[in-house]
């Protein structure tokens, strides 16, 4: 079980989201605003933290340095509407380990967050993927059960 912290400013994202990793196993929190999610990591360390830019009291590009100074082993990932190209670029290029943006489909997210703590977490020699940490990944398009995924 890995702790993430999705910080997102628009309640119905922030909290589907918190929610969709609960149901996968993970400690997940959702904060409103950069304050919040800093005195939430501050408290207990994150393993992934989903970070949206444009936030309400604080700039998220400023919000992502100080996070990667306050958390460094942490997988930052960026969720936003922005699209453009120099934002993908900016935000890799301080730091950001994944960038995805709005809308999003949902089992896509999941199947980005596994990956991510699959590459950051030890590897067990002789261990089969489901046996790691942050468990399977789902399949492609697929939500649970098979369900067509959902966006977001």
């Not at 997988?75 to 950001?96: H, K, P, S």
Request: proline share 8%; glycine share 10%; aromatic share 2%.
């Amino acid at each position: 079980m890995a702790r993430i912290v999705v910080i997102e400013d628009d309640p119905t994202i922030g909290g589907g989201i918190a929610s969709a990793l609960r149901v996968l196993g993970h400690d997940s929190r959702w904060c409103g605003d950069g304050a919040a999610a800093l005195k939430c990591i501050e408290e207990a360390p994150a393993d992934l933290v989903l970070v949206d830019l444009g936030l309400p009291d604080i700039d998220g590009f400023v919000l992502r340095r100080t996070l990667r100074e306050q958390a460094p082993d942490a997988v930052l990932v960026v969720l936003t509407a922005r699209t453009g190209e120099m934002d993908v670029i900016q935000a890799l290029e301080c730091g950001a380990d994944d960038y995805l943006t709005k809308p999003f489909r949902l089992a896509e997210l999941q199947a980005r967050v596994t990956a991510h703590l699959r590459q950051a977490a030890p590897h067990t020699p002789g261990a089969a993927p489901d046996d790691r940490p942050n468990g399977p990944a789902l399949p492609h398009g697929k939500g649970r059960g098979g369900a067509p995924a959902a966006r977001i």
